[in-house]
């Protein structure tokens, strides 16, 4: 597995990710609710913050480990904003079944240890799209979604782009 390296929270690089992502909702939109805002990609408890010593799995989360109540291949999985797929893997290593999205202005977003796959390579998704299943594929303790946001490939706290609570 190849090691992410975390940007900096206040780095400028980050700030203008932040800062040019585009608004998603539409007046004349059928489904407001599909691209209202950033949402979380699962509801749960979240298990494993972002940033924290993560021994023997990384030296440091490079994402946030979600687990919902349900069990593995139950609970949907939707992209947290609007983007294009730009990788499905298929894995029993590291980050398992995953699916990257672009969002465009270097942001994308990891979804790992998923059951199974819904999307493929080169889809819009928007986030009433169900990219998968959470499972625990990979390296796993257990059924949880590892969500990652990466900004010019490096890890970001995703809680510097949703609010509340997953």
Partial sequence: QVEVPIIDPSSPELLAAIAAMPPTAAA??????????????????????????HWPYQRVHTGM?????????????????????????????????HVIIDHGNGLTSVYAHLASISVK????VDTS?????EGSTG??????????????GKAADPRQFISGQP
Wanted: charged fraction near 15%; hydrophobic fraction near 30%; proline fraction near 10%.
């Fill in 28 to 53: 004349n939109q059928q489904t407001p609710q599909a691209n209202a805002g950033p949402i979380w990609p699962i509801h749960g408890e979240v298990t494993t913050e972002f940033g924290v010593r």
């Fill in 65 to 97: 480990d979600i687990s919902s109540p349900n069990p593995s291949g139950v609970t949907p999985v939707k992209p947290f904003r609007p983007g294009r797929v730009i990788d499905t893997v298929l894995s029993r290593q590291g980050l398992g079944n």
């Fill in 121 to 124: 390579v080169g889809q819009d």
């Fill in 129 to 133: 799209t169900v990219v998968g299943m």
């Fill in 139 to 152: 390296v796993s303790t257990g059924t949880h979604l590892h969500f990652e946001i990466r900004v010019n």
